[in-house]
């Protein structure tokens, strides 16, 4: 994978992980100034583009590994994959790649242990990292049907590996639910409440006090400061802030709706 747009397609796949279209602009935009300063930052240990490299390939290894895993991979399977490599604008190279560790997860024997411990050794547990792996994984599982037992149990296991307990597992699941069926509006468009409540992981009769807790969670664990004295990687920064913007926006939804201060 080429130094020259390595950047770029990592911040392309994390961007739409935690923001969708507008994280992929995000992620575009922050993996293009890591490629300009790919060099320094390198030096610096982390978020190294081998970290980056394996991220990238394991993404697209485990979700065609998924696609595949109840026997056969469906036309809607290969569509949401296709799409998310196009809404992530990636370069003839870059699908090139992508295709080809899609498709090297399809295969029988594909080695889903060790590559999830390689990338485990990489990124550990930092949150932020494993979960822009998992709703990844549960944005191409959700856009291609229905998740069969088979799936859901082989999502549950990759969860697993690296922290994810069942409870966050289905909390991320609700949360992209929500946002996959929030229809776009025209810009400045108020925020669904529904999806407003699905942003922020809590239910719609949840209370103020479990409302504003959860606001103060999220912004707390997305912070972009707190995050890179933690080791984030510079070309997720701006990822990091837009999902405050996107974490500060439901919040204020509910609080016009609730009328709470």
Wanted: charged letters at 25%; a positive charge; glycine letters at 12%.
């Amino acid at each position: 994978m080429s130094a020259q747009w390595l950047g770029k397609a990592i911040g392309a796949v994390l961007g739409f992980a935690v923001g969708g279209p507008f994280g992929l602009l995000l992620g575009g935009l922050a993996g293009h100034q890591f490629d300009q300063g790919a060099q320094t930052r390198l030096a610096r240990g982390r978020g190294s583009a081998q970290t980056q490299q394996l991220f990238f390939e394991v993404t697209f290894e485990v979700m065609g590994h998924l696609a595949k895993v109840d026997g056969r991979v469906t036309e809607e399977e290969i569509r949401i994959a296709r799409r998310i490599m196009h809404s992530m604008r990636l370069s003839p190279e870059q699908v090139h790649v992508a295709i080809d560790r899609f498709s090297a997860g399809k295969k029988g024997g594909y080695p889903l242990d060790s590559r999830l411990a390689a990338l485990e050794a990489k990124i550990g547990r930092r949150g932020d990292l494993v979960r822009a792996f998992v709703e990844i994984q549960l944005q191409a599982a959700i856009g291609g049907g229905d998740i069969g037992q088979a799936k859901r149990q082989r999502l549950w296991e990759v969860a697993r590996r690296f922290g994810v307990g069942r409870v966050q597992l289905a909390q991320l699941e609700a949360m992209i639910r929500a946002q996959m069926n929030q229809s776009p509006g025209a810009p400045g468009a108020q925020i669904d409440l529904d999806a407003a409540y699905g942003a922020l992981g809590v239910a719609s009769n949840a209370s103020d006090q479990e409302v504003k807790t959860a606001y103060r969670r999220l912004m707390n664990q997305h912070h972009p400061d707190k995050l890179v004295s933690k080791g984030l990687p510079e070309s997720m920064v701006e990822i990091a802030a837009g999902k405050t913007h996107e974490v500060l926006a439901a919040y204020e939804r509910i609080k016009t709706h609730r009328g709470f201060k």
